[in-house]
Nanobody
Framework: QVQLVESGGGLVQAGGSLRLSCAAS????????MGWFRQAPGKEREFVAT???????GYADSVKGRFTISRDNAKNTGYLQMNSLKPEDTAVYYC????????????????????WGQGTRVTVSS
């Protein structure tokens, strides 16, 4: 079992930045791909970014160039640096993890992930 705990959410003005963290415990995180998803009020959960355990990354078009996903396997922690935030980025952000057979594999679908955090709220004011 892997437990994931997000932190770093909060209220920020449009154009500002936040850095989310996802701390993993229970098993070594280095063999796991990690992803970030978000869910805005009244909307379905959507993919934001993903990173393979060797560092390959993938992004949703809506955040490409503004958000950066990274990880520190030694610390069992993943990160999502969010810059140039917009009001439409307002959502609860969830990190997710899944065991990956290859260091270069990452996953963009929520149903590909086995473990989820409880979420951290991000509110961007205009």
């Amino acid at each position: 079992q892997v437990q994931l705990v997000e932190s770093g959410g909060g209220l920020v003005q449009a154009g500002g930045s936040l850095r989310l963290s996802c701390a993993a415990s229970g098993r070594t995180f280095s063999n796991y791909a990690m992803g970030w998803f978000r869910q805005a009020p009244g909307k379905e959960r959507e993919f934001v970014a993903t990173i393979a355990w060797r560092g390959d990354t993938g992004y949703a078009d809506s955040v490409k160039g503004r958000f950066t996903i990274s990880r520190d396997n030694a610390k069992n922690t993943g990160y999502l640096q969010m810059n140039s935030l917009k009001p439409e980025d307002t959502a609860v952000y969830y990190c997710a993890g899944t065991r990956s057979l290859s260091g270069s594999y990452y996953y963009k679908r929520a149903d590909e992930y086995d473990y989820w955090g409880q979420g951290t709220r991000v509110t961007v004011s205009s």
